[in-house]
């Protein structure tokens, strides 16, 4: 069994950064792909990064540039560092393990908000 427990959200300025931490229990770790989705009030989940188990990593558009995730697998953590937060970064992060996700966490708030 997989699971995954999200840290790190909260209340932010727009400019500002925060960083997301997932912590995964279970040996399958080193081999699976992680990702971080959102969803926005009103709005579709979308995928926001995603990062193989060999470290390739991929963005939509909306993050490149800005975002940047991140895994150590000694630790068993994906990362997602969010910089220059936006207004409409504001959403509930989850995050996911296999492609296409077969495990979610329980999602964290991410408010950027002057």
């Known amino acids: 069994q997989v699971q995954l427990e999200e840290s790190g959200g909260g209340l932010v300025q727009p400019g500002g950064s925060l960083r997301l931490s997932c912590a995964v229990s279970?040996?399958?770790?080193?081999?699976?792909?992680m990702g971080w989705y959102r969803q926005a009030p009103g709005k579709e989940r979308e995928l926001v990064a995603r990062?193989?188990?060999?470290?390739?990593?991929g963005y939509a558009d909306s993050a490149k540039g800005r975002f940047t995730i991140s895994r150590d697998n000694a630790k068993k953590t994906v990362y997602l560092q969010m910089n220059n937060l936006k207004l409409d970064d504001t959403a509930v992060y989850y995050c996911?393990?296999?492609?296409?996700?077969?495990?979610w966490g329980q999602g964290i708030q991410v408010t950027v908000s002057s």
């Open positions: 990062i193989t188990s060999s470290g390739s990593t």
């Open positions: 279970g040996s399958i770790f080193v081999f699976i792909n």
């Open positions: 996911t393990a296999g492609t296409p996700p077969s495990y």
